[in-house]
């Protein structure tokens, strides 16, 4: 794999990596936590932290994924890593149909509804017609984040597969040589 397509997919493998940390984390704690406390602080902090996450950081990581796999996918394929490039361009697909679109289709909008609920609504039924839904919007996205991680790694791993015979150590010596060039 050539430099550049070697740190593009480990770019992929990084960004997706923390993408589909930070689901699996809204996923087995925050949510958990914040259905465990009442239902109004429950929407208050739901709301501080939409209000926070969205900066840019973090939306430069969860925007960059797929480009990051796109364009390591077409440079590996322009030098011949069929499998390589395939699977980058696969991730790329999964990562904007899972991540990118559900967010958009279904957490977005649901975190939009939270945040312009009436102060003087009930808390427990805002919650509770907010919670399930957003939950569900989140497992879609941290399961296609974690299989364009798997993908991306794939291609990563795959990257010094070359029709010479050699032994594990010089594979790994010459995958770190390409990352330091």
Not at 15 to 28: E, I, P, Q, R, Y
């Amino acid at each position: 794999m050539r430099p550049l397509t070697a740190v593009l997919t480990c770019l992929t493998v990084l960004s997706a990596g923390a993408m589909a940390g930070t689901f699996f984390a809204f996923a087995v704690g925050v949510m958990p936590g914040l259905s465990a406390a009442s239902p109004a602080t429950a929407v208050s902090a739901m709301r501080h932290i939409n209000a926070r996450i969205e900066n840019p950081l973090f939306l430069a990581v969860f925007m960059l994924v797929p480009v990051f796999a796109a364009v390591a996918g077409f440079l590996a394929l322009r030098s011949g890593q069929r499998t390589a490039g395939l699977l980058l361009l696969v991730a790329a697909a999964v990562y904007v149909v899972g991540t990118i679109v559900t967010t958009g289709a279904v957490n977005v909008p649901l975190n939009q509804t939270l945040a312009a609920a009436s102060p003087h609504a009930d808390p427990a039924a805002v919650w509770a017609s907010f919670v399930g839904r957003w939950n569900t919007g989140n497992a879609v996205r941290a399961v296609a984040s974690t299989v364009t991680l798997l993908l991306a790694a794939c291609a990563f791993a795959g990257r010094t597969a070359a029709p010479r015979a050699g032994s594990a150590a010089e594979s790994v010596t010459d995958a770190v040589m390409t990352l330091a060039r």
